[in-house]
């Protein structure tokens, strides 16, 4: 039977951060005059993932953190085959949490980063010199930290639907999945005021790391021709 898994805001979250990512890499990857689209694009993860800590308290049933934790007995219970679940496998929820962990890092990280040239991040200003060259070096290591991670998440996808037989890419299109079991509980919650809610932080911390609350650069001093 069919069972619904995934609410829509879960949904595009997912396919919304697989671009904006894949976008953000390859603009910094490119650099130079694509760097400006690299920021914006970090603003955008950054909100993304926002809503995600939020909608992961507020979500419907298999969105929300507590249904998937990867805890120790549910691990174990997972290799032994004794695990039972329609939302993220434990195996899958570490995949999940190392991956918004290390993106949280990245687009922080990104915000006091700076190319020596020509881009500085929203809030370069906050830190010293030194600090944003550290950030930035660490910011560039960790983009091969998230290829490594995505690249494996999206193999174990694969591996799961194809080889297992055990279809993880539709659910997250369609929303719903296949289940035989009679005590499988489709997903709930999830009310308009929580979404709304869960918006709303999230443009607030966006525009709290474009520097909405740094004051207004100086305007240059105006020079009166000398006559």
């Known amino acids: 039977m069919q069972i619904k898994v995934w609410d829509l805001p879960t949904r595009i979250f997912h396919w919304l951060l ?13 650099g130079g005059n694509w760097m400006d689209w690299h920021g914006r694009l970090g603003l955008l993860v950054l909100g993304l993932l926002v ?3 939020v909608w992961g308290v507020l979500g419907s049933t298999y969105a929300r953190f507590a249904e998937f934790a990867p805890t120790p007995s549910r691990i174990v ?9 329609l939302g993220h496998n434990p195996l899958g929820a570490l995949s999940v949490f190392a991956l918004l962990a290390l993106m949280l890092w990245q687009a ?10 020509a881009f500085d991040g ?11 060259h550290w950030l930035t070096s660490l910011h560039r290591q960790g983009l091969w930290l998230i290829v490594g991670l995505v690249t494996l998440h999206v193999l174990a996808a694969l591996f799961y ?20 079991d009679p005590d499988a ?31 207004p650069a100086p305007a240059p001093p105006t020079t009166l021709p000398a006559w």
């Not at 639907?161 to 035989?180: A, C, D, H, Q």
């Not at 932080?201 to 004051?215: D, F, K, P």
């Open 18 to 30: 697989f671009a904006t990512v894949s976008a953000s890499l390859l603009t910094g990857l490119e």
């Open 51 to 53: 809503f995600r800590l």
């Open 77 to 85: 219970a997972y290799l032994r085959g004794r695990w039972h679940g």
């Open 108 to 117: 922080g990280s990104g915000l006091f980063s700076n190319d020596d040239i």
């Open 122 to 132: 929203p809030l370069y200003d906050l830190v010293s010199k030194s600090t944003s």
């Open 161 to 180: 639907t194809f080889v297992r037989g055990n279809n993880l890419i539709k659910p997250m299109i369609t929303g719903y999945k296949e289940s035989t």
């Open 185 to 215: 509980r489709a997903a709930r919650g999830a009310s308009l005021w929580a979404l709304l809610f869960a918006v709303a932080i999230a443009s607030g911390a966006v525009w709290i790391a474009a520097g909405g609350l740094l004051s």
